[in-house]
């Protein structure tokens, strides 16, 4: 049996990381990031803010030399993040095995592949503004192998759900269409009837329009009541609706305490 020691230390000004939201303070909580998050990490992320951060803040000047070095060398920087798991000692030799062996597979996708894999994990992070930018990128690579129509319909209905949840509905149906074009699929056809109930200014086209029955209307508008009360929107709404049944001060300071609430959230997505 051993014993793993962690290092003590709260930097009195922590590294903030913007694609998650939060503040780093100890060489633990970067090292966590580093291993579980290797998309938001691997390009770039070892700069000359953050080697000061490990210098200055986490009291490890032999690390942040280290890494001044290696950089210099135009030696393999993801090699660097190696480096910082190694020295902190926070996980263990195979752990940082693993982990070496699942950046290099990434590393190994094609470039288009792995934008659209970085893009999908900034989706599910409701980064969606970032995600667009990494699916517009992937859409720029030349067809080939790889890049076919298969996979260009999926960017595309990606980019599609990325702009859908920013509201952006227009640009959501555009996306849609673009990847009906490549898939031919019902589930793109139902993701843009969806964005015609949301935006009443736009319209399935007529070969799409043809497609949708009675009967597969009707399913797609209990898909979506369901999803909406499993988001919480109903229970939103409601809590807005009793807000305004109050007097007019608690109305208006509950109120704007929503509303900023709201754009918290709306601003995390960007």
Known sequence: MSLLLCRQEN????????????????SQELCYIIYNHPFLTLDGFVDEQLTEFIKDQLNMPF?????EKWEKSGEDKDE?????LQEVFYYTSEEINKYR?????????????????KADYLFRLKQYGRAIQQYEKALEFPRDQAVNDEFLGKVWCNLGSAYARMFRTEKAMQSYEKAYSYLKDENVIQKMYYMTLFNKNLKLKERCRQMVTEELENKWKKELSEAENEAGWSERLRNFELLMEKDQVQRLDGAAKMVERWKQEYRTMV
């Open 11 to 26: 930097a009195v000004r922590p590294y903030y990381m913007e694609e998650l939201g939060i503040h780093i303070y100890t």
């Open 80 to 84: 660097m993040l190696i480096m910082i």
């Open 101 to 117: 062996h699942q950046i290099s597979a990434m590393r190994k996708l094609h470039p288009a592949q792995y934008g659209k894999e």
């Open 63 to 67: 690390l942040a030399a280290k890494l």
